[in-house]
């Protein structure tokens, strides 16, 4: 893949080594372009005017609703515009727990979930009486399938997971955890925001009852997609309550328009939305998902010899094997804090992410005091990669 030429980021910063794609990816000419070209010639507010701008708006933001709810394998009623992952996972937690949680009910959630994937349970737990159940990993930070069915209690009433982790980057086994949990009659909620970018990722096909994506890590900002699926479909409550939402309003009562309106209540980021469908489909001309999995799998590869071969005193976070993971590799070193790491690495003009990575309870279990991790994407190439490593290397014989 020789897809750096795309993202007008590297022409304007030559030396930078970017490895910070699971914070946030670069964004293609084509999602610039468009944008650009979209606000020059047709903004307006949608769904509500009836002249000819309005209705190019609103006919603009429905295909990119449709784009991407092919790719991703939902019905475009089901994929729920939002502002990012957060707010989708919040928009699914707050309406499950309102119709579905009880007293004594308990959720299942890895301890490696990013904080978007907990807090909104914690909250939402706490004021019904609702215990969450961690499960952890081994000290190496792998989790297996079994750790999901051993948690399993007649108390279980959900099981909040992440496709990828942003830490370890260990796949999990969504499939199974799927099966195991329609056995028992538990729901399922897919934090997808770190496979979504990286695997080939199909909503239907793995089944869970609702899943998350953000549109910044997939080179478009400003959105996100909640996905429900059909037996979710007209069933959660409304989150925000204002304009766009409802047929009718009267002096006593409302009635709500049909999903996905009545859950995206308020002008929404219009053109980060229509950027999102471009940026869809730049990833279908480069070849889709099933190519950059292939392409960051080759990095992984390389990334994992590399740092075996050099940094043989620092401690990868998560899967040994490169086939079980995708995307990012974490990793520290017991004497060298990851804030001087931060500072050294910037000063090369190396951007990575280095601390917790919104993931602090997975670091306090396995006792680590932070981690630096780099990231790939479409434009990342074993350059950065020897980059990255090659600082390391430098900085340890800097403090060892
Ligand atoms: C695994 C995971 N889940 C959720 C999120 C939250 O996404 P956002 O910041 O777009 O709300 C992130 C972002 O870092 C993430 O990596």
Known sequence: MNCKKDFPIFK?????????????????????????????????????GLYSLSLQSTEQYEKSRNIISHFFGVEPQNCIFTKNGTEASNIFASGFSELFLEKGDEI????????????????????????????????????????????????TKLIAFAHVSNVTGQIFPVKNIVQLAKKNNIYTVLDACQSAPHLPFNFTELGVDAAFITGHKLGAGGTGCLFLSEKFREVLPPYLFGGDMVDDVTEDDFSLLPQPSYLESGTPAIENVIGFGAAIEYIENIGGMKKIEAHEKKLLDYAF????????????????????????????????????????????????????????????????????????????????????????????????
Request: glycine content about 4%.
């Open 12 to 48: 304007n910063n030559p030396d930078l080594i970017f490895l910070d794609s699971a914070a946030s990816s670069q964004k293609p000419q084509k999602v610039i372009d468009t944008i650009s070209h979209f606000s020059e010639t047709n903004y307006s507010n949608i769904h509500r």
């Open 108 to 155: 299942i959630i890895p301890v490696s979930e990013h904080h978007a994937n907990i807090l909104p349970w914690m909250h939402f737990s706490r004021k019904k009486g609702v215990k969450i159940i961690f499960i952890h990993p081994d000290e190496k930070g792998v989790f297996s399938f079994h750790q999901f069915e051993n948690a399993l209690t007649t108390n």
């Open 305 to 400: 010899h590399q740092l075996k071969q050099k940094l043989p005193n620092w401690k990868i976070v998560g899967p040994k094997n490169p086939d079980e993971r995708s995307g990012n590799i974490s990793l520290y070193h017991e004497k060298i804090h990851h804030s001087d790491i931060a500072v050294l690495l910037g000063e090369k003009n190396i951007a990575v992410r280095t601390g917790f990575h919104c993931a602090n309870p997975l670091h306090h279990f396995l006792k680590i005091k932070g981690t630096v991790r780099m990231s790939f994407w479409v434009y990342t190439d074993e350059k950065d990669i020897d980059a990255f490593v090659n600082a390391l290397s430098e900085i340890e014989k800097l403090f060892c």
